[in-house]
């Protein structure tokens, strides 16, 4: 079973930098896409940003430019990285990974990581 586990998540002021992290587990063969998902207090989830096994990236329009997604294949791990934080980007932070294991093709979350920036 793949299991993901978040870290990073925190308080942190206006203008600051965050990295989130996460980590990977059980018996996978391949990961295709990586992606961080957010669901701030009563809004539904978004993306924020995603990474292909063959790096390319994508990002929302509100993060774009002042975030970095990243992967380390060898240790099954996705990371964000993200600057100028602003107290709209205040959410639940999820990693999302998608690939095969070997009982057959996933898509599993992470449970969440808070991030809360203070203005």
């Known amino acids: 079973q793949v299991q993901l586990v978040e870290s990073g998540g925190g308080l942190v002021q206006t203008g600051g930098t965050l990295i989130l992290s996460c980590a990977a587990s059980?018996?996978?063969?391949?990961?295709?896409?990586m992606g961080w998902y957010r669901q701030p207090p009563g809004k539904q989830r978004e993306l924020v940003a995603a990474?292909?096994?063959?790096?390319?990236?994508s990002y929302a329009t509100s993060v774009k430019g002042r975030s970095t997604i990243s992967r380390d294949n060898a240790k099954k791990m996705v990371y964000l990285q993200m600057n100028s934080l602003k107290p709209e980007d205040t959410a639940v932070y999820y990693c999302?990974?998608?690939?095969?294991?070997?009982?057959?093709?996933?898509?599993?979350w992470g449970k969440g990581t808070l991030v809360t920036v203070s203005s």
């Open positions: 990474i292909t096994s063959g790096g390319s990236t």
């Open positions: 999302n990974l998608r690939g095969w294991s070997v009982t057959g093709g996933f898509n599993n």
């Open positions: 059980g018996s996978i063969i391949s990961i295709n896409e």
